[in-house]
């Protein structure tokens, strides 16, 4: 087993396995900490939630997956003396809102950001797409008929807001961070800041291939805030949950200079006109901060961080005049072959790539191939063996898991075969 291995099994509680997916939405058992007399948390391997006991009943922040989770947070709070009165979402990630109908019978204030709702209605628009989606990013089976239930909110709020509630006040701020609705809670009394998913173990999820833009500048700006409040106590919602005493200063001092990192290097890259597909080559974690902890790509990746910067401040148009209006992919690869006129010679090459490490590259030329004659023998073979070797040594979840459903798929096409 190697060292990254051990990590991740701490983080995720799962030990990986050669070609195996991470599982993060499956396991429905919930872990509790009490990492403050009134603050509680719940956690499964992909989100948590907390609670805070105040003198006139609970405060709920997120309410975990589904259902199912949300009962057994519900039994925990109130064998520890809550009673929910107020439910704040700090975005609309299912993760975070799916179990709020759980508490629907407490007649609860349910606080959310103003564009929250949009967010839910583009689930509904965009369900087939979301439920593809969501199959590849967490290797769970198709289902777009999946039901959402959902508890929405009472009170909506635009920039900030502040409630009192019971000995205890709650401060809401907005940030666009890794959505356009996130909230992060600041509670005096007890020093203490929850921050929905601005945090989350490792590299904070600035870029996802799958969705939507993410907004980092002003994501560490709202860090940046946070960092300002001095918490002693930080609540993070994905992965590692609980920061405590200094190791708050540095997870945030951390990720600050981190994000600010990789921002300053993508305003440089397009300013020079780098195109993107060199950039997310060239951007990287300063060489202090690459190894860090806080900073791991084990949910993200720079890459993706790259992308993501990039789309948010860029067109799609690279400044290659090829690249204004272009004809299909097809066709120029149709062109390509026709030049080759030697399909044997690519299959070929892409070994040869393959047999010197570079493996990416040998899949891009190979792709040549298989557009052109999916059935060439010997290529779903190579296809297969090069995403096995790509996921062999990749320990971000997203990139793992997509190539784990591309390397099902090739062994699916191959079992047809035979
Ligand atoms: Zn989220």
Known sequence: MTK?????DAEYGQTLKKNEAFQVILKSEV???????????????????????????TVLVDTLLNPGTAKQMKTRLEETGGQVKTIIYTHHHGDHVGGGVIFEGDRPR?????????????????????????????????????????????????????????????????????????????VPEIQTALVGDLIISGLPNIGNPYKPTRFGLSWVRALEKVREKQPQLLIAHGGRAVYQGKDVRELLDITIEGIHSLLDQVFEAINNDIPVDEMIHQVQLPPHLIDHPYLKP????????????????????????????PRPDRELNREIIALIDNREKILERAIALHKTGQTQLALQVLDILLKDAPEFPGARELHLALLETLCETDTCLMSRNTWIHFIEKDREILKERQ
């Open 4 to 8: 990254t291995t051990m990590k991740l």
């Open 31 to 57: 872990a509790f900490e009490q990492p403050h007399p009134d603050v509680h948390v719940a956690k499964i391997p992909i989100a948590s939630a907390s609670w805070v006991n105040t003198s006139d009943g």
């Open 110 to 186: 349910v606080i959310a950001h103003r564009y929250l709702p949009e967010n839910m209605e583009k689930y509904e628009l965009l369900k087939i797409h979301r439920a593809r989606l969501t199959a590849i990013q967490f290797n769970i089976p198709f289902d777009p008929a999946r039901q959402r239930p959902f508890l929405p909110p009472t009170e909506l709020f635009d920039h900030a807001m502040v409630f009192s509630q019971g000995d205890k006040t709650f401060e809401l701020y907005h940030a666009r961070a890794e959505t356009d609705d996130a909230t992060w809670v600041y």
């Open 298 to 325: 084990i949910y993200s990746r720079t890459e993706f961080a790259v992308y993501n910067i990039y789309r948010w401040y860029h067109g799609y148009f690279d400044h290659n005049p090829a690249h204004l209006l």
